[in-house]
């Protein structure tokens, strides 16, 4: 069973329909006995940092994902906000967040070279692979992307970037530290390629 973290925001029904398609079994739930009990755990969604904090303390969930889902080696994806939350601290709201992965998240520049900069970034982006990742099998290299953010992660360790994209900075699009993965780029959004990503992640042997 995978676990879908409700944190009473985002779009999980997305993610859920995603899962089925591919044929795992899934279910959307904010219980913690059953995310502890959980073959894999997923934190998708989109929001604000701060927000999403406050939900998953409310729910008596950081520990739960720090320790018996992180921690204790279990499979675990972030997405969008997801990505986002795994990191130290967010200058979006000035959240602290859940420390799993050493680093910050930073707003997009408001300019590019004395040109207004859109924030935020809403679309298709080519995403480059910096090192291989079982994660990435049978996805080519610069393949496009969805995504819908503006703030974005900088992993304190350049090592835990398995992708990057250029959107007014190069930033990490897709970061791996053990069994945690995580994507800026919503996976359940990005056609078949995104569905062949959520699928190894089903399918790996952390």
């Given at each position: 069973?995978?676990?879908?973290?409700?944190?009473?925001?985002?779009?999980?029904?997305?993610?859920?329909?995603?899962?089925?398609?591919?044929?795992?079994?899934?279910?959307?739930?904010?219980?913690?006995?059953?995310?502890?009990?959980?073959?894999?755990?997923?934190?998708?969604?989109?929001?604000?940092?701060?927000?999403?904090?406050?939900?998953?303390?409310?729910?008596?969930?950081?520990?739960?994902?720090?320790?018996?889902?992180?921690?204790?080696?279990?499979?675990?994806?972030?997405?969008?906000?997801?990505?986002?939350?795994?990191?130290d601290r967010s200058e979006e709201d000035r959240a602290d967040c859940l420390g799993i992965i050493p680093g910050h998240v930073t707003r997009y520049p408001r300019s590019l070279d004395g040109c207004p900069l859109k924030v935020p970034q809403i679309g298709w982006n080519r995403v480059r692979q910096a090192r291989r990742h079982p994660v990435f099998t049978g996805v080519p290299d610069n393949t496009h992307f969805y995504f819908v953010n503006s703030y974005y992660p900088i992993p304190d360790d350049p090592s835990a970037t398995i992708a990057s994209c250029d959107y007014g900075v190069t930033f990490a699009a897709a970061v791996a530290k053990g069994n945690v993965l995580a994507t800026q780029f919503h996976l359940e959004k990005s056609g078949s390629a995104g569905l062949k990503m959520l699928d190894n992640f089903c399918r790996l042997n952390f």
């Open positions: 069973m995978i676990a879908i973290v409700d944190y009473k925001a985002g779009n999980l029904a997305s993610v859920k329909r995603a899962l089925e398609y591919l044929g795992h079994e899934c279910e959307i739930t904010d219980r913690p006995e059953k995310i502890v009990a959980a073959d894999r755990v997923i934190l998708p969604g989109v929001g604000a940092a701060g927000a999403t904090m406050e939900n998953l303390r409310a729910l008596n969930l950081v520990d739960v994902l720090r320790n018996d889902v992180a921690r204790a080696g279990k499979p675990f994806l972030g997405i969008c906000i997801g990505i986002q939350v795994l990191l």
